[in-house]
């Protein structure tokens, strides 16, 4: 038995509870169990369920009386055939009848390969179909001699079994289904070298001069998809390191382009590879301000702190993104110590008309500054709310008030005009 992701060669099935030295997972051990009702309850010598595509017939799970070496040249041991040469195509073509019980009967069907070859004299095969209607495999039992006892009757309990099959690997074949959607969108972007990265300026809201800029991802517009669900993606099929590691060079190429400082976004998972350490300890770390998304998930602070503790020795500053979004924030904040706090803008947007608004930020502000942290505010879009801002002593202000994302000919210096939307 194998896993259906993995799509590999499957192997004999001696028990339903063990494949060599690994215990099989619960919908293994179910496919397993419809197997060996199939075989026995037929009086078979194998069953198995098989994928097919346009032009091969892949064996995924079997049950069999065989140990493995008996089985390299049976049809479900030879794992994957040429479509054209099984017994499961010629009987969805009408070519052969869904139950044989003596394939002797059928001289085209005896120079098949697994008739042939693997001696096969009695088949049964029914189709599995998934819940919109696409064909997935086939559900099949075979046996080396003839049974007169298969009748049509027996039919009804294969469709039962190929149906009960098809819910149990449904979900697999979603998922394997929506791997192959992700990598077609993601693997030409990181052949590309990663997404393009624009800058957004972040400005002083007593000044308003610009002290630096955050750097964002921004991806293909007909995906219409936000970043960090992208980059999720990514992570989904393994290549979130990989992306992360790209735009995190696109956002340092800007580095020469601009003064001030550049703000980065990163996972703490990302951040904990060698790959991500050695990177950023080649830049120029007193211009790089390391985002933390409040989003993601910490599972070792320590780990955490001591890859980033030489990078901030080295002047690099450390802020956690998306502060006031959910429930990790302060814990972000005790455990790292983060010289910059940024809110996010859901509670920015409108402050001005909000007192309840007014004093979280406040709070947070007050929490920022006995931890020596400045605040960058997100999501500020007009000028009310950036005087609110400045009144509460929020030192720095991002959003479409100055500017939306730009590259790096397109930001300016001085912000006290706003920028045309």
Not at 147 to 170: C, F, P, W
Not at 345 to 358: D, E, P, Q, Y
Request: glycine fraction near 8%.
């Amino acid at each position: 038995m194998v896993r259906l992701h993995e799509r590999v060669p499957s192997g004999h099935a001696e028990s339903p509870e063990v494949t060599g030295s690994r215990e099989l997972s619960a919908h293994e051990r179910q496919l397993a169990e419809l197997l060996r009702t199939a075989r026995k309850g037929l009086g078979l010598s194998l069953a198995f369920l098989s994928r097919l595509d346009d032009t091969h017939q892949h064996i995924e799970f079997m049950d069999s009386e065989l140990p493995p070496a008996d089985l390299s040249h049976v049809e479900g041991g030879g794992r994957t055939q040429p479509l054209e040469t099984t017994f499961c195509k010629a009987i969805m073509d009408g070519k052969l009848p869904p139950v044989i019980p003596d394939m002797r009967v059928f001289p085209d069907a005896m120079e098949f390969p697994p008739a042939r070859i693997a001696h096969v004299r009695s088949f049964v095969s029914v189709p599995v179909v998934l819940s919109d209607g696409s064909l997935y495999g086939t559900f099949c039992a075979a046996g080396y001699v003839p049974n007169s006892d298969l009748t049509e009757r027996d039919l009804a309990l294969m469709h039962v079994l190929a149906r009960a099959a098809s819910a149990i690997i449904e979900p697999c074949v979603r998922d394997m289904q929506r791997h192959a959607e992700i990598e077609r969108r993601i693997l030409p972007v990181i052949e590309r070298g990663g997404p393009t990265v624009l800058l957004q300026p972040i400005v002083d809201l007593a000044t308003r001069r610009r002290v630096g800029a955050e750097a964002l991802s921004r991806f293909p517009q007909e995906w219409q998809m936000p970043p960090d669900a992208c980059f999720a993606d990514a992570h989904a099929i393994g290549q979130g390191h990989r992306l992360e590691l790209l735009a995190l060079g696109r956002a340092a190429d800007h580095l020469a382009r601009v003064s001030g400082y550049v703000a980065m976004n990163v996972s703490p998972a990302t951040v904990l590879t060698r790959e991500c350490s050695d990177f950023l300890a080649r830049l120029p770390l007193d211009r790089i301000v390391l985002e933390l998304s409040e989003h993601d998930r910490v599972e070792d602070y320590d780990a955490l702190k001591a890859v980033l503790a030489p990078l901030r020795a080295r002047g690099m500053r450390l802020a956690i993104d998306d502060v006031g979004a959910g429930f990790s924030s302060l814990r972000h904040i005790v455990v790292t110590a983060p010289d910059v706090i940024k809110l996010d803008r859901s509670i920015v947007a409108g402050i001005a008309g909000n007192t309840v608004l007014g004093v979280v930020d406040h709070a947070l502000v007050e929490l920022a500054a006995a931890t020596g942290a400045r605040v960058v505010a997100e999501g500020v879009e007009t000028e009310a709310d950036a005087a609110a801002l400045a009144g509460l002593g929020v030192d720095l202000g991002q959003g479409w008030l100055f500017d939306r994302a730009t590259t790096p000919s397109q930001l300016r210096d001085d912000y006290r005009l706003t920028a045309a939307a």
